[in-house]
């Protein structure tokens, strides 16, 4: 029988090759009574500064349900099994179709691979080797690439976004999904740490490592080629028109990622049913990492075991104002796709190796404060505000900064004030309150001193804010079929991922791209 054991914990001192000991004390049981164990959580419990555990979920394999000390809650548990369709009967003539090779794309891809449908993948920008050396030579001040930069071209946004691979929903599409990632070169302990982290150097050898395998499966790439249409014909797809030629295809999942502003445009334009979606917008807040890390350890040892320490903070009110894309050891990166505009991020490596720590701050504006009813309403909002912030910094890409105390007493800073930051391609200080909504400005106001309160002092000390930061979810829904996961009118088109406003980060969005594609199998035979 199997078990699932919770409330284990241990010192985060104590080696993990004990953790068999400690479970089987925890069950009063001899250890060879447990036939195998699995973990299939591990979490930092940071509430007793003096003394920082490790808590467990695990599953056992037992001959009884055993009795348990004190705090250890047990359950029967049974084990999900990852619903793998037999292939549909329906023919089809062409190939599938994936647009756009960030999570939701590229996990669809990946599944129909395996599955013998020999996708082809179209990516308007560029290989991620060439996205990495683009990307350092605008941070160094060269020109903004339209097509090749931190949101556009193979692994996209999520690529150069830290690789957070946390999420909110559990089951054997994410296992399966995360063991994805495994296999093509993230670490083993992905699939159990509650806050897994890829790093923004480790997702591009792991993006490749995903092309190769489904090339090797007979699937196909074609970069620099850009949706610019479809042809529809009786409401069933039957081409799509792209910035290449013409591919003649039946059946495309549809992950263009949310900051592909013109295809949104085009999309509305062919008819595509989508409406305005809350998003989340605000700020970027940056401290000294050694500042995080003595409020969350309290003990120096601990930064050698645990490494960067990370947070959470939530202020809650009429809006809420939460943190969001911690990045300890980071840095802060624009996220452009379109010249003329400035917008903020966040990114760590795998080593959490900077001296900065830094994390979005954002309140989730509902469509009724847009301005308009127009499905792209939220788009056009995000774009008068980077805009702004452009101007206001001279064009040169340079980012706003402010320093919170500043900001929190309405004082516009200097153009002499030297305020550190992480941003590498230069700063301009600026009063960024123009650059929020007013409802989000009014919120951040009255949530940083509550943030600060729930740090015990010190979260304002030091903190510099760098802004907008426009990009954390997507602005639009498009409407899709709850249960052929296809949008109304346009049969054999599939929306997905957070371009479409069904996921919130990469896990998310590879889950869903997932299920766009078991949809295609389970239906239909593969071509040729």
């Not at 940071?46 to 809650?73: C, H, K």
Request: with cysteine.
């Amino acid at each position: 029988m199997l078990f699932r054991i919770t409330g284990i914990r241990t010192p985060v001192e104590q080696s993990e090759t004990e953790l068999p000991t400690v479970v089987a004390g925890a069950l009063q049981l001899p250890v060879d009574e447990m036939r195998q164990l699995r973990i299939l959580r591990r979490s930092l419990d940071a509430r007793q500064r003096s003394g920082l555990r490790f808590e467990y979920s695990v599953v056992v394999e037992l001959d009884d349900t055993p009795n348990t000390m004190p705090g250890i809650r047990i359950e029967s548990w049974e084990r999900q099994e990852f619903y793998d369709p037999d292939p549909g009967t329906l023919p089809m003539e062409q190939r599938p179709v994936v647009v756009g090779s960030g999570p939701a794309g590229l996990l669809a891809g990946y599944y129909l691979a395996l599955r013998g449908f020999q996708p082809l993948i179209i990516e308007r920008g560029h290989p991620v080797k060439d996205r990495v050396r683009a990307n350092r030579k605008f941070d160094q001040g060269a020109d903004h690439q339209s097509e090749n930069n931190y949101l556009f071209g193979e692994g996209g946004a999520g690529c150069f976004s830290d690789g957070k691979l946390t999420c909110r929903i559990t089951g054997s599409d994410v296992d399966w999904v995360l063991r994805s990632f495994v296999d093509c070169g993230g670490r083993a302990s992905l699939t159990w740490e509650h806050r897994p982290h890829l790093g923004s150097n480790k997702l591009p050898l792991i993006c490749r490592n995903f092309r190769r395998r489904i090339e090797k499966l007979g699937g196909e790439y074609q970069f620099n080629c850009r949706l610019e249409g479809f042809n529809i014909r009786d409401g069933q797809l039957t081409a799509l028109n792209t910035s290449s030629g013409t591919i003649e295809t039946s059946h495309c999942i549809l992950g263009i990622g949310h900051s592909a502003r013109d295809t949104y445009e085009m999309l509305h334009h062919a008819g595509l049913p989508m409406t305005p979606k809350a998003f989340q917008t605000g700020l970027r807040i940056e401290h000294p990492q050694e500042a995080v890390n003595d409020h969350k350890y309290g003990r120096p040892e601990y930064l050698d075991i645990l490494g960067a320490a990370d947070y959470s903070l939530i202020a809650r009110g009429s809006r809420d104002l939460f943190t969001f894309c911690m990045c300890a050891g980071g840095v802060i990166i624009p996220s452009v796709s379109e010249p003329g505009m400035f917008c903020s991020n966040g990114m760590s490596n795998s080593r959490h190796d900077t001296t900065f720590a830094n994390s979005g701050l954002v309140v989730t504006l509902s469509p009724d404060l847009f301005g308009s009813t127009h499905p792209l309403a939220g788009v056009e909002l995000q774009r008068k505000y980077e805009h702004a912030a452009f101007v206001a910094t001279g064009g040169e890409y340079l980012a706003p900064v402010q320093r919170v105390v500043d900001f929190l007493d309405d004082r516009s800073p200097s153009s002499t004030d030297h305020v550190v930051s992480s941003y590498a391609r230069g700063t301009k200080p600026h009063s960024l309150a123009q650059f929020l909504p007013p409802a989000v400005l009014k919120t951040v106001k009255r949530g940083l001193p509550v943030m600060n309160q729930k740090w015990r002092g010190g979260y304002l000390d030091d903190a510099v804010l760098t802004g907008p930061e426009m990009r954390g979810s997507s602005p639009v829904r498009i409407q899709r079929d709850g249960r052929t996961g296809q949008a109304p009118g346009f049969d054999g088109v599939y929306p997905v991922g957070e371009g479409a406003g069904y996921a919130g980060g990469i896990v998310t969005a590879a889950v869903d791209g997932l299920r766009a594609a078991r949809l295609v199998v389970q239906e239909f035979a593969a071509p040729g």
